[in-house]
């Protein structure tokens, strides 16, 4: 049912690192813009960062220099590698993808929580 899964969440302690992974699952998604989000308790879903098929890669303002989205064609993967994580980065991380960027968000994992105590 579900087209893509993230894995990798957990604990980990502020200035600490983790690395999500989203796979695919029953269909290729190697073609697609893939992006990550994430939504705290009581607040709004946001965009972290996305890459396009190619690779090209943006980020939110909030995890620039710190995180880093890449994606490997031949796994179908996407990471979103979090380096000095601080409390504020507490949240469920989101997978996503779409046709292209000039497209809406269609696709989307379960969700991944990573929790950064202080």
């Known amino acids: 049912q579900a087209h893509l899964v993230e894995s990798g969440g957990g604990l980990v302690q502020a200035g600490g690192s983790l690395r999500l992974s989203c796979a695919a699952s029953?269909?290729?998604?190697?073609?697609?813009?893939m992006g990550w989000f994430r939504q705290a308790p009581g607040k709004e879903r946001e965009l972290v960062a996305s890459?396009?098929?190619?690779?090209?890669?943006d980020y939110a303002d909030f995890v620039r220099g710190r995180f880093t989205v890449s994606r490997d064609s031949a796994d179908d993967t996407v990471y979103l590698q979090m380096n000095s994580l601080k409390p504020e980065d507490t949240a469920v991380y989101y997978c996503?993808?779409?046709?292209?960027?000039?497209?809406?968000?269609?696709?989307w994992g379960q969700g991944t929580q990573v929790t950064v105590s202080s």
């Open positions: 996503a993808a779409r046709v292209s960027p000039y497209d809406s968000w269609t696709y």
């Open positions: 029953a269909r290729p998604f190697s073609s697609y813009a």
């Open positions: 890459i396009e098929r190619r690779g090209r890669a």
